[in-house]
């Protein structure tokens, strides 16, 4: 549908400027929310490169390369472990408090942690049982079975610490994450990895340290939970006799999205991590360790656009609760353009500067292959956070089928290119099938949301992405290229190319602040009160009405479809 051409004017001027109280209000809570996480989010990723680097330094290559491998096991076993609750109880919780069944949010995780706690158990017993074979197949050998069996015992710790902080993210309370898992763990982490490199520990003993941190976050995960709900508003007597007789028919409605969403949480963190694992088996523990380094650098920009889509799916489940269409788009749009503003300029340094960044890791991890998978990686990472979060607003949706269908498919697409592409292209080949799988998840999930959610009617706000696209590409892509073309990459072009940058880029964003919706975000930031107290409650008319399971015959958009 197109309207008249002044009514798409002033929908590409409310686009632009964040598009009116509603808009700007969801998007002031997505700045307060986002820059607590962004902070927890920046100190863990200079935690995890910090790690990463010093196991690089500190053991053969060969060694790193089966710590890395077993360490992404852990993490794609502890993901299969949650069984996607983080997601189901980002949908949940603050549907069931806005209507008044209060007592079920407590039911909810209950629900989601019993089954968690044992799938969590009975995974890390068949660590230990089975890491011997396990380490055979994946050729880690005699170390990758020590490493295994000393992570295992923390698997349990690190899934219920998951479950625990994602339960509190769900009600729209940012800071427990921030401090429990992204400074704390993730401080604790390295500090022990430090402790165990110095002590000149093999594989096992790094496997060790890098994994006890997660049993203090568990301890304070529990307690930020428990002080979260406690805090949450008491429901009438009505509604707790009511959600008392229907405990069961809420963890039917609850797995009944949440399954796909544990299948898709798989899916996609095999994609994540399945590359290193794979090298591992394919070539050698020592590619292992070059594929490890020379792609860390994405995950401390996936770090920093988590901490924004964390805030999102509660925002997302507001939006969709009220059918607000229209705040709803432009939050999509503008908060896409804030995660290109954060992410880009880290993607365009290190691409542009690839040897600079190898060299911390040591002069040994410098190779063709590694400049070549940095290069792919990071012009995959542009195109990826550009697309904006649209698997978070198809799970917020209740598309968790989706999700899984496109979580399996691009699985599907990683696991076949990297056995065809890494034993005739190396570690570049492992790049290349990354690239691929994650072209299809996120073509797939934008198609899929412009259908389901219709986000195309509100063209005017992809301005907001473009223009952070172009201020990031002008202020640190086509000097960095011509600084590597002209002058070659070396520390000091590298540091004057990014320093410069900066100054341009602070330049460019207070010039252009009203129009990439800046200054929503500073007005939010510099607030000391929120509105409410809790204010991710909805005044809806529909929030009071007695809940009615849903059907499929129904047409609301927020209900289940699976």
């Known amino acids: 549908m197109t309207g008249a051409p002044g009514a798409a004017e002033q929908a590409d001027q409310a686009g632009q400027a964040g598009g009116g ?158 401090l429990v898992d992204r400074v704390l763990r993730a401080g604790v982490q390295v500090v022990a990895v430090a402790a165990a490199v110095a002590a000149e520990g093999g594989p096992a003993v790094l496997g060790l340290a890098w994994s006890a941190a997660y049993l203090l976050s568990l301890l304070l995960a529990a307690a930020a939970l428990r002080s979260c709900l406690r805090s949450r508003p008491a429901g009438p007597a009505g509604a707790r006799a009511e959600t008392s007789a229907g405990a069961a028919s809420l963890a039917a409605e609850f797995w009944s999205f949440t399954w796909p969403r544990g299948v898709a949480g798989l899916a996609q ?7 290193i694992i794979l090298v591992a088996a394919l070539l050698t523990p020592g590619h292992a360790a070059l594929y490890t380094a020379a792609t860390r650098f994405v995950a401390v ?36 353009g804030w995660a290109v503003l954060l992410v880009w300029p880290l993607y365009l340094v290190v691409g542009t500067g690839a040897p600079t960044y190898l060299s911390v890791f040591g002069a040994d991890y410098v190779t063709t292959g590694a400049l070549a998978t940095v290069a792919v990686m990071a012009a995959t990472m542009l195109l990826a956070v550009g697309s904006g979060p649209v698997d978070t607003l198809l799970l917020m949706a209740g598309r968790s089928g989706l999700s899984m269908v496109n979580g399996l498919l691009a699985l ?101 602040g009203e129009r990439l919706a800046l200054d929503i975000a500073v007005a939010a930031l510099r607030r000391t009160r929120t509105a409410t107290t809790h204010p991710t409650r909805p005044h809806d008319p529909a929030a009071t009405r007695p809940h009615q399971p849903p059907s499929k015959e129904s047409d609301d958009p927020c209900l289940l479809e699976t």
């Open 21 to 178: 109280g509603a808009t700007a209000a969801h998007l002031g809570q997505v700045a307060r929310g986002g820059a607590v996480g962004l902070a927890g989010s920046a100190f863990a990723a200079a935690c995890g490169l910090a790690s990463t680097v010093l196991v690089a330094r500190g053991l053969a290559a060969g060694e790193a390369g089966i710590f890395f491998a077993a360490t992404a096991l852990f993490t794609t076993l502890a993901v299969v472990s949650a069984l996607g609750t983080d997601s189901g109880l980002a949908r949940f919780l603050l549907r069931l408090e806005a209507e008044g069944r209060t007592d079920d949010v407590r039911r909810a995780v209950r629900t989601a942690g019993l089954p968690v706690v044992v799938v969590a158990l009975a995974v890390t017993a068949a660590l230990l049982l089975l890491a011997e074979p396990l380490s055979s197949v994946l050729g880690l050998g005699e170390d990758g079975t020590r490493v295994i069996r000393a992570v295992a015992p923390a698997l349990p710790c690190c899934v219920l610490a998951d479950l625990m902080l994602a339960a509190t993210r769900a009600v729209g309370q940012m800071h427990q994450t921030a």
């Open 269 to 275: 963190v095999v994609v994540q991590k399945a590359d």
């Open 301 to 336: 920009g996936q770090l920093a656009n988590q901490a924004v889509h964390q805030v999102l799916q509660a925002r997302f489940t507001v939006l969709l609760i009220g059918e607000d269409g229209a705040a709803l788009r432009r939050t999509f749009a503008i908060t896409t």
């Open 412 to 512: 599907a697409v990683d696991v076949v290119a990297c056995l065809v592409l890494v034993p005739r292209m190396g570690i570049v080949g492992a790049a290349v099938a990354w690239a691929l799988a994650l072209a299809v998840r996120s073509g797939l999930g934008i198609w899929q949301v412009r259908r389901a959610v219709d986000l195309g009617r509100l063209r005017s706000a992809w301005g907001v992405p473009a223009l952070a696209a172009g201020v990031a590409v002008a202020c640190f892509g086509v000097p960095g290229l011509l600084v590597a073309l002209l002058l070659g990459s070396s520390p000091l072009g590298v540091l004057l190319t990014a320093a410069l940058g900066a100054v341009a880029y602070v330049a460019a964003l207070a010039a252009l």
